[in-house]
């Protein structure tokens, strides 16, 4: 069964504080892509990878950037750690282009 | 820059009710693909359409893509309280966006029992 996993569920920070989300999948996908949720806006991207070491930027990447160093391993990186980045974060991975996307369960990140 | 829009944002519907949320794209799509989220979960594939005009059905769900595919519904014949959450459709980016999937934001259902 395929599956993707991110290193928290939940995650209480303080302003200013490094963040690192870990996110992990086990299919062999090429892509793996980072979101948050906010209610009311949706998924909005944050920075995607198309193979390992690469990374491209999303629609909203201040604040924020990512590694890619093994195939399996994504991870988001909030380099100081702001309130307006309380969110819930998801990870997902897929094989091709624009195809079906496999979520993780998500880290729902509190920064106070 | 290309959008990907759903209405209604919520509905709310009484149990044995039908629901059905719309999607329309700014470009035309190669495919659209459609994802379930439970409350409290993460977005889950439900199908994918690719051929113009194409209509596929699962159990009590029916999926829809237009003729010009630009748009595409999702109709829930008779809700249960299983089918509460939210639906998102989605397209593959074109230009700068190539690869990825632009997500609608969503039409959230409640159904009251």
């Known amino acids: 069964d395929v599956k993707v996993t991110q290193s928290s569920r939940y995650l209480v920070k303080r302003t200013g504080e490094k963040v690192f989300l870990e996110c992990v999948q086990d299919?062999?996908?090429?892509?793996m892509f980072w979101y948050r949720q906010d209610p009311g806006l949706g998924l909005r991207l944050i920075y995607f990878?198309?193979?390992?070491?690469?990374?491209e930027k999303g629609d909203i990447p201040e604040g924020y950037s990512v590694s890619r160093e093994k195939k399996e391993r994504f991870s988001l990186i909030l380099e100081s750690a702001s309130t307006n980045q309380t969110s819930m974060y998801l990870c997902?991975?897929?094989?091709?282009?624009?195809?079906?996307?496999?979520f993780g369960p998500g880290t729902r990140l509190t920064v106070l | 820059g290309q959008q990907v829009m759903q209405i209604p944002q919520y509905q709310h519907v009484q149990e044995g009710e039908d629901f059905t949320t719309y999607c329309n794209s700014s470009?035309?799509?190669?495919?659209i693909q459609w994802y379930k989220q439970r409350p409290g979960g993460h977005p889950v594939f439900l199908i994918q359409?690719?051929?113009?005009?194409e209509v596929k059905k699962q159990k009590r769900l029916t999926f829809q893509f237009g003729e010009a595919k630009k748009n595409s519904s999702l109709h829930i014949t008779a809700t249960q309280t299983t089918d509460v959450g939210t639906y998102f459709c989605?397209?593959?980016?074109?230009?700068?966006?190539?690869?990825?999937?632009?997500f609608g934001k969503g039409t959230k259902l409640s159904v009251k029992p």
């Open positions: 359409l690719v051929k113009s005009g």
């Open positions: 990878s198309y193979d390992v070491k690469m990374k």
């Open positions: 299919m062999d996908h090429e892509n």
């Open positions: 989605a397209g593959p980016g074109t230009g700068g966006s190539q690869g990825n999937l632009i």
């Open positions: 470009t035309t799509l190669s495919n």
């Open positions: 997902a991975s897929s094989q091709g282009l624009a195809g079906e996307q496999f």
